[in-house]
Every structure is written in C-alpha cells, then in structure tokens.
C-alpha cells in the first residue's frame, strides 16, 4: 500500500487535503467532505468497511458498535478512479486542530474519546474500548465506552481548541482535566483520582475528579472541549455579559442553542 499524501489547512477552523494516486482510496467520516476532483468516485459503506467472518450480518453488527463510538453506522469512500492524482479535502467538525497519528508508531492502535475519528486508510477499524474499571467509566468524562482505532498506516482525529501531544516515559504521568484528554497509545494506564480536598473540589472550578495518565506512549489533549465551550456560552447568554441589548442577547442565545444541538447531533 503506498503511503498516503496529504497536508493540513487552516489555523482554527482547518481540512485535511489528500492527494490520491490511481487506485488510491481513504475513508471519512459521514459528511465531512469538503470538495472532490471530478474522477474521485464516492460511496457510503456500512461501518468501516472492513470484512467480517459473518458476511453481511456481521458487517450490519460491527456498524451498530461502532455507532457508541460516536461516529455514524456509515463512512464515506473515496478512490481515485482515474491515472493520474486526484484530490479530497475532508473539514473538522468544529472549530480546533486536526491531527495525524501513524497506527504503526503506536504499536497498531490508539485509544480515543467519543466521536475522535475524522479519516483515515482503508483497512483500519474503529471499535468499542470499554473502561475496565468502575470509577473511570462513572467519572472519566467519556462514560464506559471510548473507541479503540486500529489497523495500519495513518488515521486522523480532531481536537477542540489547541492541541497538545506529550510523550510518556514508563515512569512519567499527568494530571489531565477528564475533558481535555483525546487520545492515548494504547500503552498508557488511565485512571480517576480524587481531587483529594473537600474545598478544592467545591471551589477549584475543576470539579471532584482528575484523569491520571501514565506512560510508557503518547497522550493528546485539548484545550478547549466542547462541553466546556457550551457551558461558557450559556453562562454568557444567561447572564448577559458583553451584550449591549436586547438583540445582541437574543443573538447570543440562538448561538448557544445552535452549538448544544451541533454538539448533540454530532455525538448522536
């Protein structure tokens, strides 16, 4: 398989371009597509695509798994039909920062919150991750179920704010906000601690519980999620703060209605 060609666009609000060689293909997520050449041939197929000893019904149950993932039961399938290259621009989902992550640095997969994935090679698989422990699962910010992305070559997943990457050695950990974590090498140890002071807990503003992460491998994290973004619009809206009249409020509001359902539908 050849090495996949593409390049990151934008600052905030950024797309990926691949340039595809004859015969090439990648897979996206449900409406994400930008722009296509004109010979770029498009189709939707159910789940990742990838096979299953079960024929139909299985691909049909591998669908339905991967949409407690967060993404769609379908993937949109892009190949270049024709001989000579052929270009597909796939956008973020919101405003922060795409990153590109080789599965074959990682030891073949990587841990993700809900909803991570935007495109990838064909071939690489998106399951469920369920939290192995009680506690991760109830107070780890993604619930008991994460996605688990595997397979070969590289995948691409999307931040919210600034994006941070940091390498863990096997005696190095952080302290991360259970929202800003994004993504793992499937070698770190994640877990939830408590915060451990009563007053820090009610006061601090970080809430009851932080996610401890522990290498050996890689973390990706966020600046900004978009749980909390929502948040400080609603507040905004509610409070009236930085707004001039009564218009400048009923604008706001509408935004803030608009990011809630954004984020409901996209996590949906």
Same mark, same amino acid.
């Given at each position: 398989?050849?090495? !996949? &060609?593409?390049?990151?666009? /934008?600052? &905030?609000?950024?797309?990926?371009? @691949?340039?595809?060689?004859?015969?090439?293909?990648?897979?996206?997520?449900?409406?994400?597509?930008? +722009?296509? *050449?004109? &010979?770029?041939?498009? &189709?939707?197929?159910?789940?990742?695509?990838?096979? =299953?000893?079960? /024929?139909?019904?299985?691909? +049909?149950?591998?669908?339905?798994?991967? =949409?407690?993932? /967060?993404?769609?039961? @379908?993937?949109?399938?892009?190949?270049?039909?024709?001989?000579?290259?052929?270009?597909?621009?796939?956008?973020?989902p919101g405003p922060g920062e795409i990153v590109a992550i080789n599965l074959d640095e990682q030891g073949g997969s990587i841990i993700c919150q809900k909803g991570a994935y935007l495109a990838g090679e064909k071939g690489q698989k998106i399951q469920i991750a369920f939290?192995? #422990?009680?506690?991760?699962?109830?107070?780890?910010?993604?619930?008991?179920?994460m996605q688990k992305i595997s397979g070969h070559g590289t995948v691409f997943i999307h931040a919210s704010g600034a994006l941070r990457q940091v390498a863990l050695g096997s005696v190095d950990a952080l302290r991360v906000d259970t929202g800003c974590l994004v993504g793992?090498?499937?070698?770190?140890? %994640? *877990?939830?601690?408590?915060?451990?002071?009563?007053?820090? =807990?009610? +006061?601090? /503003?970080?809430?009851? +519980? %932080?996610?401890?992460?522990?290498?050996?491998?890689?973390?990706?994290?966020?600046?900004?999620? !978009?749980? #909390?973004?929502?948040?400080? !619009?609603?507040?905004?809206?509610?409070?009236? #703060?930085?707004?001039?009249?009564?218009?400048?409020?009923?604008?706001?509001?509408?935004?803030?209605? @608009?990011?809630?359902?954004? !984020?409901?539908?996209?996590?949906?």
């Amino acid at each position: 398989m050849s090495q !996949l &060609d593409y390049k990151i666009y /934008g600052n &905030d609000l950024q797309y990926v371009q @691949f340039t595809l060689a004859a015969g090439q293909e990648v897979i996206a997520e449900q409406g994400a597509m930008m +722009f296509i *050449d004109q &010979d770029i041939a498009t &189709d939707a197929i159910l789940g990742d695509g990838s096979a =299953s000893a079960f /024929g139909a019904i299985g691909r +049909f149950v591998n669908a339905i798994k991967r =949409s407690f993932t /967060g993404e769609s039961m @379908f993937s949109s399938h892009y190949q270049n039909n024709a001989s000579y290259p052929q270009r597909v621009a796939i956008a973020a989902p919101g405003p922060g920062e795409i990153v590109a992550i080789n599965l074959d640095e990682q030891g073949g997969s990587i841990i993700c919150q809900k909803g991570a994935y935007l495109a990838g090679e064909k071939g690489q698989k998106i399951q469920i991750a369920f939290q192995k #422990r009680v506690r991760v699962g109830l107070f780890g910010g993604e619930g008991f179920i994460m996605q688990k992305i595997s397979g070969h070559g590289t995948v691409f997943i999307h931040a919210s704010g600034a994006l941070r990457q940091v390498a863990l050695g096997s005696v190095d950990a952080l302290r991360v906000d259970t929202g800003c974590l994004v993504g793992m090498s499937s070698s770190v140890r %994640y *877990d939830i601690k408590y915060t451990g002071k009563l007053k820090t =807990s009610l +006061f601090g /503003g970080e809430g009851l +519980f %932080y996610a401890t992460v522990s290498g050996p491998g890689h973390v990706w994290m966020q600046s900004l999620p !978009l749980s #909390r973004l929502s948040k400080v !619009l609603m507040t905004a809206a509610i409070s009236g #703060r930085g707004q001039g009249s009564i218009w400048g409020k009923l604008y706001l509001v509408g935004f803030v209605i @608009f990011v809630i359902v954004s !984020l409901f539908l996209e996590r949906s």
